[in-house]
């Protein structure tokens, strides 16, 4: 399983959160939002300068590109826990 | 007479809960999903807040012979009302003001594809994520765990 953290932050920017928290998995930057608009989770003029960016959201997507578990939030402090990304996983098999 | 009157110490006390109450959520509890996701602990400051503040003011104004806070009371309990209505407001109101996003992709949809640089500057495809083995792994990882966030702007 590759997790894959997708933001509109550069890559710099992400960089430097990889290396103060971290995290040794993979960031993508999607500045112009991309692909959060292609997956329809843009939160309109919620970034810094009435930037858009995504609604926090998680995307489980299997080896044929089919996907198996979404988790969209209704409040952006509440996340998806890592005891219910495991179960999703687990069910891929 | 001034002399004589207590200080009235449950208005003060009742004052500063709220921002030990805010501060412990920022600086800790935020960490934690179990006192994040609803914040009980400021809450329960809140509370306790509220009894002291209601005690305060009823010494001050039943008892103005004994107690002081006529004056430092009903400013002090308004800006802790005020300061609680605020963070209550935040977390319960504001932090929900989501898109309903009902286009997302669903269960069972093909997963959009995109074309994205990673920290290295390196561009890469959901179908190359897919089909390219990770670290030290000979075969190409079950699936990716796409992670959208809103980013530290």
Redesign the interface.
């Known amino acids: 399983?590759?997790?894959?953290?997708?933001?509109?932050?550069t890559?710099?920017?992400?960089?430097n959160?990889?290396k103060k928290a971290g995290y040794t998995y993979?960031?993508?930057?999607?500045a112009g939002a991309?692909?959060?608009r292609?997956?329809?989770?843009?939160?309109?003029g919620?970034?810094?300068n009435g930037?858009d960016?995504?609604?926090?959201?998680?995307?489980?997507?299997?080896?044929t590109?089919?996907?198996?578990?979404?988790n969209?939030?209704?409040?952006?402090?509440?996340?998806a826990?890592p005891e219910q990304?495991l179960d999703a996983?687990k069910n891929?098999? | 007479m001034d002399s004589n009157r207590h200080w009235n110490w449950r208005i003060w006390v009742g004052f500063l809960l709220p921002w030990v109450g805010i501060a412990s959520y920022v600086f800790v509890f935020v960490r934690y999903p179990i006192t994040r996701n609803v914040p009980w602990v400021p809450f329960l400051f809140f509370l306790v807040a509220l009894i002291l503040l209601i005690a305060g003011l009823r010494r001050a104004f039943g008892q103005p012979s004994a107690y002081r806070g006529k004056i430092a009371g009903p400013i002090l309990a308004v800006l802790s009302v005020a300061l609680m209505a605020f963070f209550a407001f935040g977390t319960l109101y504001a932090t929900r003001q989501l898109p309903a996003s009902k286009g997302a992709p669903k269960v069972g949809d093909k997963a959009p594809d995109f074309s994205l640089p990673d920290t290295h500057g390196k561009t890469l495809t959901l179908a190359e994520l897919l089909t390219t083995p990770t670290g030290s792994a000979a075969k190409p990882p079950k699936g990716v765990l796409l992670i959208f966030y809103r980013g530290y702007w």
């Open positions: 399983m590759r997790p894959i953290g997708i933001s509109v932050d890559p710099e920017e992400s960089a959160l990889c993979t960031f993508l930057s999607d991309q692909a959060i292609r997956y329809n989770i843009v939160h309109p919620a970034g810094e930037k960016i995504a609604r926090p959201a998680e995307f489980l997507v299997d080896s590109g089919v996907i198996r578990w979404v969209l939030t209704d409040d952006f402090r509440v996340r826990t990304m996983i891929l098999r």
